[in-house]
């Protein structure tokens, strides 16, 4: 299938800041290698299909305590190597809250939501916080998390209203973490600084996750750059994953024994990490630990 380019006003603005760069450049362009057959890369790599509920399409669960909802089927960018990109995302709007409810209380070990996508933040702030809110009401539910990579793709999602909806809910208790998908040091500016504050001021624990890509990040001094830069801003380390093996995308692939020890290398040459990313593959049957 076909992704169409993608291209957000951020994204571009990185791409002229960073010239000629190939790594941030070739996350976002197409390439005709995706048209390329290669054996293992299939179109759902991560079991997606057969994780989500039985009609309740909106949400997928892979562990017994987590429950992933698709908050939005749609991103400021196509990442070339999403492994989504073959999926037909339902989006949380179809399904009925009340049956996600009726879920919920048949499944007493969940106690964490995932709002992913697409991309969560990429939908107009007034079309999911109501909904969102519905989970923080949720009293079983202990934390509430968020994938996205509107940090370094759409920072229009940055508003006023959503620091003080956050601040609101923190009066449910709940901890509410954001995991943001940064792959390239190019993709990082200044003024990030200031959103992570404020979000960071309105009660979120901030972390980061990256993907392993050929020619993007497969080098220690750009993934030193990288971590130096997040941890900086005071976003913690959290996830290096493996490239998931979706169709289109084998030419990101990274062998794992070249993965290992490329990590290994990164972490002997950079011994200032505050906390150390777990380096795993994701599978149909959940996250497996390459390295940690
Ligand atoms: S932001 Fe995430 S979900 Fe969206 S295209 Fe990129 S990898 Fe896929």
Known sequence: MFLKEKISRDIQGALKRCGENPGI?????????????QDGFTE????DASASIPGLPCLIRKYPDRLLVYLHDDCPVSCRFCFRRHI??????????????AYLDANPEIREVIFSGGDPFYLPLADWS?????YYRLEKLQTIRFHTRTLTTFTRAYTEDLYSLFRKWNAYGKET????????????????????????ESGI????????????NDDVKILQKLFRKTEEMGISPYYIHHLDAVKGAHHFHV????????IQD??????????????VQDSPSGKHNLLW
Request: proline share 9%; glycine share 4%.
């Open 44 to 47: 759902d790599p991560v079991g």
């Open 177 to 200: 973490v954001m995991v943001f998908h940064i792959n390239h040091p190019c993709e990082i500016r200044e003024p990030m600084a200031e959103i992570l504050h404020r979000l960071r």
């Open 88 to 101: 037909n995302i339902i989006p949380a709007r179809q399904c009925a809250f009340t049956d996600i409810r």
């Open 205 to 216: 624990l901030l972390k980061h996750q990256m993907v392993l890509l050929r020619g993007v």
């Open 266 to 279: 990164f972490f002997r040459s950079y011994p200032f990490l505050l906390a150390k990313p777990r380096y």
């Open 130 to 134: 109501s909904l969102a809110e519905e």
């Open 255 to 262: 062998p794992t024994d070249e993965g290992i020890s490329l």
């Open 25 to 37: 450049r070739r996350q976002f362009e197409y390439d005709p290698e995706e048209e390329k057959i």
